[in-house]
């Protein structure tokens, strides 16, 4: 009898320093689900490295969680895409600004460049050795279980049948944010929001080569003219005059310069083959254009052997099953990140993530190149983009958050995903253990904190910052932030909108045709700028398009103060009818006309 008591004391003392220290991964781990009758404390569906961060930190952080993918693999873009050439989220002084769970996915797989296959195998092991973490590979989201707006579980198709699994919160990781579209959710398509909902951004298809002499790439990259291209051990980018010069025999379809990144076996992926035409919600429209991009690159081999440094005598290993898909669904949430967030570089006061990335925006069938709005030093993330109107019981992650549509040219890429899974998980243990919706937290500091907190504890960089952008003090900076937010204006990398340059016939005309027409009032398309074009011309135009009826240069000024469309600081820059204008005066007056024909 003496022996059992002190057996019982010892374990009863055991339970208790575990409790105090802290047992696995977590000081805070789940013995049950927080409701009873309740399968599991979270369910995230969607694989991809965004959906396995939030259920690896879920899980750390104590809940129960089930982890639901329809794939044979974990990864998603990373290994069944093969994008193994991560878009780093670098401010402008080489930090790397998501830490936390990306960086122990990084190191883990040797930096910016991977082998796919390391990558698979760690995903894998980083869920299923999770205690709190239950793994379903192939097992594909039919759709959600609602109690009212309120999310309570999926239903999903495994091993042939349908089964239904019970949560208290949900995470949606699905890259279309299917589960939050499904369950009711705001959204809008690519770039609706902007009015231009038909516009379908290429999609590439990742291919690999065996054969790359790469110390003939490197020397040829590391020495050549440019000073945008260039090649490391692992990586290499390049080739932008030989991949644009090639003619596609598919006129939906482009090649590009190369993003090479090399494999364990000494093969190389490349990320450079633009499908156009493909409706990236659309499985079977997916399927096509994998099979078009195929059959293209059986013309696209011989062109690179014969005109690509290097790539003598490559041949073709295959490409990923999954196309890079750049944008589809955005939800609408507490809070749509903006473009302004971005290129301002914006602290938020529920920072969950700070990233940075340029605002890339990919070409359309109609278009030769893409744009670079912008890049920014550093933002922020905030919760509230995490939280989708209407649904309870949700947060949605990865590139189909609440952003804007120009704003996701940036926030849409991997390690940015990566982290707001971290903070997803991190979130769900507070919202169960303290008894608040993810929708009362977006609202309360308090909640906020404590997330923050925690997820700092975990490696997150969540500092406080302000950045500066010279480009903001310049006066015609009000009227950049209109054109720019329509998707009218670039900087590229250098943020760089030249604005005490001449403006330009055709730069002004596509400016005021493409900005009217997103707006609901009629108008003519403008045809008659000319070459060059002076102050007079422009203030003419403008006129015609105000309703101003008057045929002098002064009097046209004059009806166009009146409707404040032109202002004193424009004309004090405009000296002479003859002159042409500065692009600031011009963008200012597109500017200030596009509102007043929102106005009307």
Known sequence: MKKIKWLSIILLLAIAMCGLAGCGNNSNVAEQPVEDGVDYDVIVVGGDPEGVCAAVSSARNGLKTLLIEDDEALGGLMTLGKLNFIDICESRDGSILTQGLFMEFYDAVGGTAFDVETAKQFFYDWVVSEENATLKLNTTF???????????????????????YTAS?????????????????PYTIAGEDIGEKERHMGVTLVFELSGVNWDKVVDYLENDDNAGTGATEKTAWGYTREGYAYEPKDELMRL?????????????????????????????????GIARAQKELEYIIPYVQENFIGFEDVALVGTASQLYVRESRHIIGEYQLTIDDVLENRDQWDKIAIVAYPADIQPTAGQTYGTVIGSPDRYAIPFRCLVPLDVENMLVIGRSASYTSLAAGSARVIPVGMAEGEAAGVASAYSLNNTISFRDMSADETAIVDVQKTL?????????????????????????????????????????????????????QNMINNS????????????????????????????????????????????????????????SRMTTETETPMAAEAIMIVANLYNYYLAQ
């Open 516 to 571: 009217l027409k997103k707006t609901d009032g009629e108008f003519e398309l403008v045809q008659d700028i000319n070459d060059p074009v002076t102050n007079g011309n422009m203030i003419s135009v403008t006129a015609r398009l105000a309703g101003v009826q008057a045929d002098t240069y002064e009097a046209q000024l004059a009806g166009l103060k009146e409707k404040g469309i032109v202002t004193d600081e424009i004309t």
């Open 142 to 164: 039919v759709e959600p279980v609602m109690d009212g707006n309120t999310i309570t579980g999926v239903v999903v198709e495994e091993g042939g049948e349908q089964v239904t």
């Open 169 to 185: 919160r949900v995470i949606d990781a699905t890259v279309d944010a299917d589960v939050a579209a499904a369950a009711g959710a």
């Open 456 to 508: 700092k504890k975990q490696g997150a960089y969540l500092d406080d910052f302000e950045v500066h952008e010279t480009f903001m003090d310049h006066w015609a900076y009000p009227g950049v932030k209109v054109i720019r937010s329509l998707g009218l204006l670039d900087g590229g990398y250098s943020n760089d909108y030249r604005l005490d340059e001449p403006m330009g016939k055709w730069r002004l």
């Open 256 to 288: 590009r310069g190369f993003n090479v990144a090399r494999q364990d076996n000494g093969n190389v992926l490349v990320n450079a083959l633009i499908i156009f035409g493909v409706d990236a919600m659309s499985e079977e429209s997916k399927a096509e």
